[in-house]
């Protein structure tokens, strides 16, 4: 049984920084791919960043170089570190497992006001 939560979301304003936090329940974290989802009202749900279980990480167009992930396999945690955000960036982020299967978290609201 594999349980995401996600936690740091919040509103911030436009240029501003926020943190994003999920922790992974059982053991296949650190064998296991990991992603940040977002999806805006009316819109489908995007990759945000992935990295998988040896460091490599790849990114959504649209945040190249403002958003960093990371994983610490030790705390069987991911992150997501989004700096110089806009209003485009706001919706609900979800964070995703994939080994064998896909997991996700309930979400949480990044709200970012211009």
């Known amino acids: 049984q594999v349980r995401l939560v996600e936690s740091g979301g919040g509103l911030v304003q436009a240029g501003g920084s926020l943190s994003l936090s999920c922790v992974a329940s059982?053991?296949?974290?650190?064998?296991?791919?990991m992603g940040w989802y977002r999806q805006a009202p009316g819109k489908a749900r995007e990759l945000v960043a992935q990295?998988?279980?040896?460091?490599?990480?790849n990114y959504g167009d649209s945040v190249k170089g403002r958003f960093t992930i990371s994983r610490d396999n030790t705390k069987s945690t991911v992150y997501l570190q989004m700096n110089s955000l806009k209003p485009e960036d706001t919706g609900a982020y979800y964070c995703?497992?994939?080994?064998?299967?896909?997991?996700w978290g309930p979400g949480t609201q990044v709200t970012v006001s211009s």
């Open positions: 995703n497992l994939r080994w064998a299967q896909s997991y």
């Open positions: 059982g053991s296949i974290f650190r064998m296991s791919t």
């Open positions: 990295i998988s279980n040896d460091g490599t990480t």
